[in-house]
C-alpha cells in the first residue's frame, strides 16, 4: 500500500527562522508527483510547492523549497523566513497512478512572534 | 474567476438521515474529486468523477454516493449518517490532463450528532 508519513506532530519556531518539515513516502511507481499543502484555520487547502518525480531538481517557489531524495523516498519542505502567516497545518500528499492523493498525518506549525 | 465553491459550509444532522453536499469546479476543470478530513488528520479519499461518471474511489462503504452533472459540478450523498461521518468535506477539481493543478474548496463542516 502506497503511504505517506509525517513524523512531526507539531513544530514551533520564532519569526524569521528557518524551519524544515520532514515527509517520507513509500510507493512502488516511478513516476508521481509529490506536494506539500497548507491548511491554515479557514481550512482551505492551499497548494505551497509540488515536485514531479522524474525532475532531479528541488523545486523551489519564493520562501519554500524542497528537499527531495528520490532513492530514500524523501521529501521535506523548508520554510526561510518564517513569517507569522505561515502558521497552519502542513500536509505532505503523493499523487498515484489513479490520480488519488495520498496524504500524511499532517505537522501542525506554529510561528511564534 | 471563482475558484473551487461548496455549499453548505456547516451543517449538523442526526444519526440515520442523510446529507447532500455540492461542489462547483474552478472554471474549466472537468475532474472534481471528494475527501473526507476528520479532525486532527489528513484527508481521506472518497471518490473521483470524470464526465459524470465515477472513475475511482476509496476505501468508503456504500453509503457514500456521488454524481457528476454535465457542467462538471458535483454532489456528495451520505445515506444513515453514523457519528463517525461527522468531519470536514473537501471538494478539489482539476482538468484531466493537468495531475499536478488540483483546487480546493473551502468544504463542508458536517456535524452528526
Known amino acids: 500500500a502506497q503511504t505517506v508519513t509525517q513524523s512531526q506532530p507539531e513544530m514551533s519556531v520564532q519569526e524569521a527562522e528557518t524551519v524544515t518539515l520532514s515527509c517520507t513516502y513509500d510507493t512502488s511507481e516511478n513516476n508521481y508527483y509529490l506536494f506539500w499543502y497548507k491548511q491554515p484555520p479557514s481550512r482551505q487547502m492551499i497548494l505551497v510547492i509540488r515536485q514531479e518525480a522524474y525532475k532531479q531538481q528541488n523545486a523551489t517557489e519564493n520562501r519554500f523549497s524542497v528537499n527531495f531524495q528520490k532513492a530514500a523516498k524523501s521529501f521535506s519542505l523548508k520554510i526561510s523566513d518564517s513569517q507569522l502567516g505561515d502558521t497552519a497545518m502542513y500536509f505532505c500528499?503523493?499523487?498515484?497512478?489513479?490520480?488519488?492523493?495520498?496524504w500524511g498525518a499532517g505537522t501542525k506549525l506554529i510561528i511564534k512572534p | 474567476d471563482a475558484g473551487v465553491t461548496q455549499s453548505p459550509t456547516h451543517l449538523i444532522k442526526t444519526r440515520g438521515q442523510q446529507v447532500t453536499l455540492r461542489c462547483s469546479p474552478k472554471s474549466g476543470h472537468d475532474t472534481v474529486s471528494w475527501y473526507q478530513q476528520a479532525l486532527g488528520q489528513g484527508p481521506q479519499f472518497i471518490f473521483q468523477y470524470y464526465e459524470e461518471e465515477e472513475r475511482q474511489r476509496g476505501n468508503f462503504p456504500d453509503r457514500f454516493s456521488g454524481h457528476q452533472f454535465p457542467n462538471y459540478s458535483s454532489e456528495l450523498n451520505v445515506n444513515a449518517l453514523l457519528l463517525g461521518d461527522s468531519a470536514l468535506y473537501l471538494c478539489a477539481s482539476r482538468r484531466t490532463v493537468n495531475t499536478g493543478e488540483l483546487f480546493f474548496g473551502e468544504g463542508s463542516r458536517l456535524t452528526v450528532l
Open positions: 500528499a503523493f499523487v498515484d497512478s489513479n490520480y488519488q492523493l495520498i
